[in-house]
């Protein structure tokens, strides 16, 4: 199976702040990646597809970069609403996986 | 706009077969090259895909889960099923139901239903 690891698992950041979240593959997955948002009590959002696509509807704070093993999904600029966990899903490779998240908080 | 929606026992005893449906709204199961999905969340964990299935009714499963899970669909009631043979505690979690586009990303969801294994 491919692991994803995600760095960090846990963040910290005030609103206005850039932050970046990486998800590293075991082996190389080509862009098959995305990024979801999840917030408690929720199921996850889609955000990004195929390592940069950007979702209908997902504000453009948001960006994707990355390919083979490598990804960091990007947000600009935090508002209030982008606290929540973060986590990258692969489907290079059956099983499809996802990382094991990542906790965005309110510094 | 297109809507999942979970249904099924919210608990089920040890050994016994854990049975969800979800059906889907504001589309047809049968349009369009999508996926259909089961993911799971344990309480404070992280995201566990069970398996999908094609509108031609073609599967791929998780291989931890393989021997215990089977997902069916039926088109003609826009609705497609999990079943989980032999659950343990270890299988106690929010259960999704998720439309794959492009391949497997996952663009919709149903809420998650909450299934407890105990006696």
């Known amino acids: 199976d491919i692991q994803l690891t995600q760095s960090p698992s846990f963040l910290s950041a005030s609103v206005g702040d850039r932050v970046t979240i990486t998800c590293r593959a075991s082996?190389?997955?080509?862009?098959?990646l995305a990024w979801y948002q999840q917030k408690p009590g929720k199921a996850p959002k889609l955000l990004i597809y195929?390592?940069?696509t950007l979702q209908n509807g997902v504000p453009s704070r948001f960006s994707g970069s990355g390919s083979g093993t490598e990804f960091i999904l990007t947000i600009s600029s935090l508002q209030p609403e982008d606290f929540a966990t973060y986590y990258c899903?692969?489907?290079?490779?059956?099983?499809?996986?996802f990382g094991q998240g990542t906790r965005l908080e309110i510094k | 706009q297109v809507q999942l929606q979970e249904s099924g026992p919210g608990l089920v005893k040890p050994s016994q077969t854990l049975s969800l449906t979800c059906t889907v709204s504001?589309?047809?199961?049968?349009?369009?090259?999508?996926?259909w999905s089961w993911i799971r969340q344990p309480a404070g964990e992280g995201l566990e895909w069970i398996g999908r299935?094609?509108?031609?009714?073609?599967?791929n499963y998780n291989s931890s889960l393989q021997s215990r899970v089977t997902i069916s669909i039926d088109t003609s009631k826009n609705l497609f099923s999990l079943k989980l043979s032999s659950v343990t505690a270890a299988d106690t979690a929010v259960y999704y139901c998720?439309?794959?586009?492009?391949?497997?990303?996952?663009?919709?969801w149903g809420q998650g239903t909450l299934v407890t294994v105990s006696s």
């Open positions: 082996q190389g997955i080509s862009s098959y």
């Open positions: 504001g589309g047809s199961i049968s349009s369009g090259t999508y996926y």
């Open positions: 899903q692969q489907l290079n490779n059956y099983p499809i996986t």
């Open positions: 195929a390592a940069s």
């Open positions: 998720a439309r794959g586009s492009r391949g497997s990303y996952y663009d919709y």
């Open positions: 299935i094609s509108t031609s009714g073609g599967t």
